[in-house]
């Protein structure tokens, strides 16, 4: 396994970001709505983007062990 290149990894990472913003938004509006349809859609939603999240995050747990230690300058 290869090295993630900085650029990937700050790709990962900005997905992670988007995947936590998409988790609260779907949590915020299931709060929200009366309609029970709606709030089991945003319910199922927060649940996607919670495994896209840790799906994610393992990705980069993975590359930890061939990371380079020193930053490239």
Known sequence: MNAL?????EYIVDS???????MKQCTATAMQTMDPNLK????????????HYNTLLQCLE?????????TQQ
Not at 40 to 51: K, R
Not at 62 to 70: D, E, G, L, W
């Open 40 to 51: 089991s859609v945003c319910e199922q939603m927060v649940t996607s983007h919670q495994n």
């Open 5 to 9: 290149t900085a650029k990937e990894v």
């Open 16 to 22: 992670m970001s988007n995947e936590d913003l998409l």
């Open 62 to 70: 993975q590359h930890v062990s061939v990371a380079p230690m020193q």
